[in-house]
């Protein structure tokens, strides 16, 4: 009896962390969800639902600006930008490319992932660049040109543990 009640738990077990896993995943593209993406346009409506009959809350007109995508319904993305403000977008307004936003003023990108590397650039608030590898602290910065590492703690639209090649 003991052992069955053991066996019964480790399937229910087992059951509920299949489902967790594949909760974490869009359930139109099957990748991660949430994620962060950017703008592929230049501007794109962000409506209260997943289609063209829900009203537009927002306007986001900024080319690369990072987003989190929080859900997926057909050709729809929710998404939220670093202030919170989002809704739905059509998935063809955003792009995989991933960018973040600089949340330091003056932010040093540095030659070498080491606070005593020489700057290559600073960046103003606000600033946005495109983001290359990752490693637990810092991250490769690519911002018209200019590349260099910043502190992953100075940007918004990568996670605190993540790690990227």
């Known amino acids: 009896m003991v052992q069955t009640r053991h066996w019964l738990a480790m399937l229910c077990v087992a059951f509920l962390t299949q489902t967790a896993i594949a909760a974490e995943r869009g359930s139109v593209t099957n990748l991660p969800v949430p994620r ?9 409506n962000v409506r209260r639902g997943p289609s063209l009959t829900h009203k537009i809350d927002w306007v986001f007109k900024h080319r690369n600006m990072p987003l989190e995508l929080t859900a997926e319904f057909g050709n729809w993305r929710r ?6 403000a989002g809704g739905w977008m ?18 040093e990108i540095l030659a070498q992932p080491d606070p005593k590397a020489q ?3 600073k960046l103003e608030v606000g600033v946005i660049a495109r983001l290359g590898k990752c490693l637990a602290d810092w991250c490769r910065l690519n ?5 260099g590492w910043a502190l992953k703690s100075a940007l918004w639209g990568v996670e605190a543990d993540e790690i990227r090649e």
């Open 90 to 107: 059509h998935y063809s307004l955003l792009s995989g490319m991933r960018t973040v936003v600089v949340q330091q003023d003056l932010l």
């Open 143 to 147: 911002v018209d040109g200019r590349k």
């Open 79 to 84: 998404v939220q930008d670093m202030d919170g």
């Open 36 to 44: 962060y993406v950017s703008m592929k346009a230049a501007e794109g």
């Open 119 to 121: 700057a290559v650039a």
